[in-house]
């Protein structure tokens, strides 16, 4: 049996990035010579989910140039000039069994109108839905547990934001070193990475103005069918430059924990 779909939400601005989302849709802003949108696909990829569908908006022909080229950019090959001959691929990159969907929902589509889109290319009971601007070392399988096993119709993963402030481990009066941003120990905010019944999509519809959070997630706490994944954790989103920044410098020390993949 062919493991859910992965749906990950892609049309978004980024005006908070505005440096680099002139150029660019917020998921291609990259993280160690990568864009964020690939991180987010190697974690669910490493459990094995590995059939993608991107709801694709604001210059969505970058994303799907992107990957149309991946093969080529990431692979020695030999061109014949001749227009029968396709290239010879030399080696193979380590993601060839992604399968992705690419789906424009529109440039101003909120959320739940971008989910809707995509119903047609959900083929299971189930599937995975998040954003596509936040890792995390989340374990995607027993996520996907929990999900099953209360038998409603959304499951949200909740986790502990990080500070906006770097904080100060003090030993006396003596600094003994910084922490930027640390997971903060009470409280959870909706850090993404949802699993849902395909039911969800009965409480969205196709308009440009269907929202998500501010609508369907709110009824379905309402109506006691969405239940929380507690996640302690990692997990960091990049909304701005700074954290842009936060997570190269995690990932050019090695400390990059959403890294799950070998």
């Not at 424009?104 to 589509?109: K, L, M, N, R, S």
């Amino acid at each position: 049996m062919k493991k859910p779909e992965v749906v990950i939400l892609c049309g978004g601005r980024g005006t908070r990035l505005n440096e680099e989302t002139e150029s660019k849709p917020k998921p291609m802003v990259e993280i160690g010579g990568k864009p964020i949108l690939w991180h987010i696909m190697k974690i669910y990829a490493s459990y094995g989910y590995t059939r993608f569908i991107l709801a694709l908006g604001y210059k969505s022909d970058y994303i799907k140039r992107y990957f149309y080229d991946f093969r080529i950019t990431s692979s020695d090959f030999t061109l014949a000039m001749h227009p029968d001959h396709s290239p010879k691929i030399h080696n193979t990159h380590e993601d060839t069994d992604w399968e992705i969907t690419f789906v424009d929902t529109g440039i101003e589509t909120l959320k739940g109108g971008r989910i809707k889109r995509v119903e047609k290319y959900v083929e299971s009971d189930n599937f995975h839905l998040t954003y596509g601007d936040g890792v995390s070392d989340v374990d995607i399988n027993k996520l996907y547990k929990f999900h099953l096993s209360h038998k409603k119709i959304g499951t949200l993963t909740a986790v502990h934001p990080p500070s906006l402030f770097g904080e100060m481990k003090l030993e006396g009066n003596k600094i003994v070193e910084f922490i930027e941003k640390p997971q903060l120990g009470t409280g959870y905010i909706n850090g993404g990475f949802f699993v849902f019944k395909k039911e969800l999509m009965d409480c969205l519809s196709t308009n440009v103005d269907c929202d998500f959070e501010f609508g369907p997630l709110r009824e379905l706490a309402k109506n006691a069918q969405f239940r929380a994944y507690k996640h302690d954790g990692f997990w960091q989103c990049m909304d701005n430059i700074r954290d842009r920044d936060y997570l190269n410098k995690l990932w050019s020390e090695n400390k990059a924990a959403w890294k799950v993949w070998k």
